[in-house]
């Protein structure tokens, strides 16, 4: 991941190498970035992150906070303390 400090500083020398004739297959392997990506950075006009935050969802079968205590305390008992969870679950 660049930062777009950084990724801004990269097409500005890359531009400056372009001007002085250099073509981008061999200024890409230089830097270290593929001739796609510095094209795709060019070519948004802010030069802004536009990757988008993925929201985490708690999946629908997650247990309540009761049934998570339930199970604990069931765990707990006498019965159950010295069995592996693969043990009490049958």
């Known amino acids: 991941m ?3 400090v950084v ?3 990269i097409l500005e020398l890359v531009d ?13 392997p230089i830097i270290g970035f593929s001739a796609r990506t510095l094209q795709r950075w060019s070519k948004t ?3 802004e992150d ?5 929201i985490h969802k708690a999946p ?8 998570k205590e339930s199970l604990v305390t069931t765990a707990n008992t ?3 303390k010295n069995l592996s969870p693969h043990q009490i679950v049958p």
């Open 50 to 54: 536009k990757r988008t935050i993925r």
């Open 78 to 80: 006498q019965e159950y």
């Open 45 to 47: 006009s802010t030069n």
């Open 60 to 67: 629908p079968n997650k247990l309540t906070q009761e049934e």
């Open 16 to 28: 400056e190498a372009k001007v002085k004739g250099a073509s981008m297959l061999k200024i890409s």
């Open 7 to 9: 990724r801004t500083e």
């Open 2 to 4: 660049t930062s777009v």
